[in-house]
């Protein structure tokens, strides 16, 4: 068995993104997200010893964006079923950037690709069956991240509201091929605060520990998803979770994993690690360029590659 000293490590990989040039950019398209610091990274890991490990900007506040849609997928498949919400979202990867419009035109059906893209996720978010979506998603969201004072970050809702022309487009799209049942603007207005609901490194490692361990929370014990839920999340999360860089992280990375253009990305081993990175500065795909190269890091040094042979292992 081997022992690994996880702070030490979680050090490096902050040190081996930093070794690269910092080629990304932070995403402006939101005007809000335009003042994220491009140098700021961090890292944070639940372990399965219910022990935390966190360097860098750990703490560092940021919009959940796209991580949104691993959890308004719990909560529609919660309260609405696995056959009502695959009759409007599929599962298959797209090869197209996170907002494409193009196949739901082309495609043989009129439903979106799958639910981790933007047309998915709001074909999702009318799938959610409470009468407050949103008030309903916080607070499973809080429960998930262990942490019951997150709250919505007002400014970069709005800001996306007032900009967010293109996911118009398509939540008019799948209203008019009767995907989305519900008003569109009130699906959208959902949609919007769900992406601005603020979080950090730490926040999103919780999560990703639930998620590792099968809907249960390592530190009180209690049931927090269906655990029929949770291959269904994961393996979307594997085929669709990092958009048009899915392949290549499956292959780099290997664990499910989904990424926002907040700059944080979260992912889980096969041995319960929850972990979660934030880097703002993105690639041309919309994933944190920082966040990808910590993940490189501890799947090759913690030998956590889904597909590679494992051997025993302790942290402390
Ligand atoms: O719909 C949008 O444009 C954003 N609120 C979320 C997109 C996102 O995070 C894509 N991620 N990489």
């Known amino acids: 068995m081997s022992v690994i000293n996880m702070e030490q490590l979680l050090c490096e990989a902050v040190d081996y993104a930093k070794s690269f040039e910092n080629n990304g950019e932070v995403a402006s398209y939101i005007p809000e997200l335009s003042y994220a610091d491009r140098n700021a ?6 372990a399965n010893n219910k022990k935390i ?62 639910p981790m893209i933007n047309a998915g996720a709001i074909a999702v978010v009318g799938c959610i069956d409470t009468p407050f979506a949103f008030h309903d998603f916080l607070e499973l969201t809080r429960k998930l ?33 009767g995907v989305l049942e519900k008003d569109v603007e009130h699906v959208l207005d959902i949609y919007f605060k ?37 291959p269904i999340v994961k393996s979307i999360m594997m085929t669709c979770g990092m958009y048009d860089g899915s392949g290549e992280f499956a292959m780099k990375v290997g664990m499910p ?17 929850g972990i979660a990175v934030y880097g703002p500065s993105l690639d041309a795909k919309g994933n944190s360029v920082y966040g990808l190269r910590i993940l490189e890091y501890l799947s090759k040094e913690l030998n ?10 302790e942290y402390y």
Request: a neutral charge; one cysteine or more; charged letters at 20%.
């Open 145 to 177: 991240c262990g942490r019951n004072n997150i709250i919505l970050n007002e400014a970069v809702y709005l800001s996306e509201k007032a900009t967010g022309m293109r996911n118009r487009a398509i939540a008019y799209m799948l209203r008019t091929e």
């Open 304 to 313: 956590l590659h889904y597909f590679a042979g494992k051997s025993t292992k």
């Open 257 to 273: 994993a989904k990424s926002g253009v907040g700059g944080g990305i979260m992912c889980m081993s096969e041995e319960n690690l």
């Open 41 to 46: 990274v961090g890292v944070a890991v639940v």
């Open 53 to 114: 490990y966190k360097h860098g900007n750990w703490d560092t506040l940021f919009t959940i964006q796209s991580i949104s849609k691993v959890i308004s997928l719990i909560l529609a498949l919660q309260t609405s079923g696995a056959e009502k919400v695959f009759s409007k979202v599929g599962v298959e990867p797209t090869g197209d950037a996170f907002n494409s419009i193009i196949r739901l035109e082309t495609h043989h059906t009129h439903i979106p690709l799958n």
């Open 194 to 230: 769900m992406c601005s609901v603020e979080v950090n490194a730490l926040d999103l490692a919780h999560l990703a520990s639930i998620l590792a361990n099968d809907g249960v929370s390592i530190f009180t014990g209690e049931r927090l998803v269906e655990s029929w839920i949770i």
